[in-house]
């Protein structure tokens, strides 16, 4: 969506608030420090960005990192560049970490592996309550996200909507309002796996075979087992998602 250009009201001038890069600049370095301001909530959406050439006197850099940077940052959606005006922020602040997650999953950054373990006991957490407070709907409700998955066939969007489906509905069952809002706000890296992923041997039935474990812990309200299976299926997630980022493959890796 568009956003309209506001008027800059009390906004510290993004310009002064950058620090030259202290060494020799990529593009993936200057677009970082950018997201790192962005990000900290006080530059408002529709706000212009400093020209390049500021930007560039500011980060001690070539004006070229700095064009490659905000490229990059208007691909992911966070800026908007509009040919004769200038580049504007595009989205509001709750909107940066997920378009954060993804920068750094395509850098490979130490970072965004960090939140993949966090985010591998958050659904360990999220399947252990689940199992102990799901009703015969709730567990009716999971059924049918993993039916749709093995409906899904060669339909790579529906299979992987109906397995981001099934993990948000086990945090949706676990009936704990600040684990459910955290695994929604990172919903963005299962995109993000998605998109990353590749056609390696056993995805789709090693998907399946993990969520149906988790399905019957859930469904026998078992909390060790459920989150026992939680753990191994976040477990080969991440060794298929390391493999897709080593160039293997084109299908999903399983959320």
């Given at each position: 969506?568009?956003?309209?250009?506001?008027?800059?009201?009390?906004?510290?001038?993004?310009?002064?608030?950058?620090?030259?890069?202290?060494?020799?600049s990529s593009?993936?370095?200057?677009?970082?420090?950018?997201?790192?301001?962005l990000?900290?909530?006080?530059?408002?959406?529709?706000?212009?960005?400093?020209?390049?050439?500021?930007?560039?006197?500011?980060?001690?850099?070539?004006?070229?990192?700095v064009?490659?940077a905000?490229?990059?940052?208007?691909?992911?959606?966070?800026?908007?560049?509009?040919?004769?005006?200038?580049?504007?922020?595009?989205?509001?602040?709750?909107?940066?970490?997920?378009?954060?997650?993804?920068?750094?999953?395509?850098?490979?950054?130490?970072?965004?592996?960090?939140?993949?373990?966090?985010?591998?006991?958050?659904?360990?957490v999220?399947?252990?309550?689940?199992?102990?407070?799901?009703?015969?709907?709730?567990?009716r409700?999971l059924?049918?996200?993993?039916?749709?998955?093995?409906?899904?066939?060669?339909d790579?969007?529906?299979f992987?909507?109906?397995?981001?489906?099934?993990h948000?509905?086990?945090?949706?069952?676990?009936?704990?309002?600040?684990?459910?809002?955290?695994?929604?706000?990172?919903?963005?890296?299962?995109?993000?796996?998605?998109?990353?992923?590749?056609?390696?041997?056993?995805?789709?039935?090693?998907t399946?075979?993990?969520?149906g474990?988790v399905?019957d812990a859930?469904?026998?309200?078992d909390?060790?087992?459920a989150?026992?299976?939680?753990?191994?299926?976040m477990?080969?997630?991440?060794?298929?998602?390391?493999?897709s980022?080593?160039?293997?493959?084109?299908f999903?890796?399983?959320?």
């Amino acid at each position: 969506m568009t956003v309209t250009s506001q008027p800059d009201q009390q906004q510290p001038d993004l310009a002064q608030l950058l620090r030259p890069v202290v060494r020799e600049s990529s593009v993936s370095e200057v677009a970082k420090r950018l997201l790192d301001h962005l990000s900290a909530g006080n530059i408002k959406p529709g706000t212009r960005l400093p020209a390049e050439r500021q930007l560039a006197e500011a980060l001690g850099v070539a004006r070229s990192s700095v064009r490659g940077a905000l490229s990059a940052l208007d691909v992911l959606g966070i800026i908007e560049i509009r040919p004769g005006s200038g580049s504007y922020v595009r989205e509001g602040t709750s909107e940066f970490l997920p378009r954060a997650i993804n920068w750094g999953l395509m850098l490979g950054q130490r970072r965004t592996q960090d939140l993949v373990e966090v985010r591998t006991y958050m659904e360990g957490v999220s399947a252990r309550l689940a199992a102990e407070r799901a009703g015969e709907e709730d567990v009716r409700r999971l059924e049918g996200h993993l039916e749709r998955m093995r409906e899904a066939g060669s339909d790579v969007k529906a299979f992987v909507d109906a397995d981001i489906a099934f993990h948000l509905e086990t945090a949706h069952i676990a009936r704990n309002s600040v684990l459910s809002d955290i695994l929604h706000s990172i919903r963005a890296l299962l995109q993000v796996w998605m998109e990353r992923a590749g056609d390696i041997e056993g995805t789709v039935s090693g998907t399946l075979c993990e969520h149906g474990a988790v399905l019957d812990a859930i469904r026998a309200g078992d909390p060790e087992a459920a989150d026992r299976a939680m753990a191994e299926h976040m477990r080969m997630a991440n060794v298929r998602l390391q493999s897709s980022l080593d160039g293997e493959g084109r299908f999903p890796a399983g959320q």
